[in-house]
């Protein structure tokens, strides 16, 4: 069963502190990303990697660093947490161009 | 501007109706996907369709490339089918999805 892996599902964190938020999936796939989803943005892309230790800034990586060190893994890290980075966090890999599958989310909210 | 324009923003049906979601993007993007969001927020991948008539179940998608238009028909419309449909299309630089604003779908009895 293809499957993204995303952990944890709901996180609360304090301003300041470090998250790391984890990704997993069991497809082989070489791409994976990072999206964030706020109420009327929609999903924006964080980072996207192309394989291991290849890693792209998308939209709005400010604040955010990723580390993919195998391939069916995939990090993203939040140096200091901010108030603004409360959202929703999607996880997602393809192989190669083709068709995008997404994790259930991480909800994170910083306080 | 906007790369992917979805319509409607939102619709309501009763139950049994019939839906059709539209989805147009530009020049530069192609490789174009359905989501649902349920709405407890998880993002199902509904079709993958780069070009033509895809179908499953209840659900038919068609893109037309040439004419820069995906649609979403869903037949039969059930309570359950509530919740946000997401188009997205993919720019052939780096791979990356460019997601529309979403359709929110409302199916009452």
């Known amino acids: 069963d293809m499957k993204v892996t995303q952990m944890p599902r709901y996180l609360i964190k304090r301003m300041g502190e470090n998250v790391l938020l984890e990704c997993g999936q069991d497809m082989s796939h070489e791409t994976m990303y990072w999206y964030r989803q706020d109420p009327g943005l929609g999903l924006q892309l964080i980072y996207i990697?192309?394989?291991?230790?290849?890693?792209s800034e998308g939209d709005i990586p400010k604040g955010y660093r990723v580390s993919r060190k195998k391939r069916e893994h995939f990090s993203l890290i939040l140096d200091s947490a901010k108030t603004n980075q409360t959202s929703v966090y999607f996880c997602?890999?393809?192989?190669?161009?083709?068709?995008?599958?997404f994790g259930k989310g991480t909800r994170l909210t910083v306080v | 501007g906007q790369q992917v324009q979805q319509s409607p923003a939102s619709l309501v049906l009763q139950e049994g109706e019939n839906a059709e979601l539209q989805c147009n993007f530009s020049?530069?993007?192609?490789?174009m996907q359905w989501f649902y969001q349920r709405p407890e927020g998880s993002l199902v991948s509904l079709f993958y369709?780069?070009?033509g008539t895809k179908q499953s179940g209840r659900l038919t998608s068609t893109t037309v490339i040439k004419e820069r238009r995906s649609s979403l028909h869903i037949s039969s419309s059930q309570i359950t089918d509530s919740g946000t449909y997401l188009c997205?299309?993919?720019?052939?630089?780096?791979?990356?999805?460019?997601f529309g604003a979403g359709t929110q779908l409302i199916v009452i009895p």
């Open positions: 020049t530069s993007l192609n490789s």
């Open positions: 997602a890999s393809s192989y190669r161009n083709t068709e995008v599958f």
């Open positions: 997205a299309a993919r720019g052939s630089a780096l791979g990356r999805l460019h």
């Open positions: 369709n780069p070009s």
């Open positions: 990697s192309y394989d291991v230790d290849s890693n």
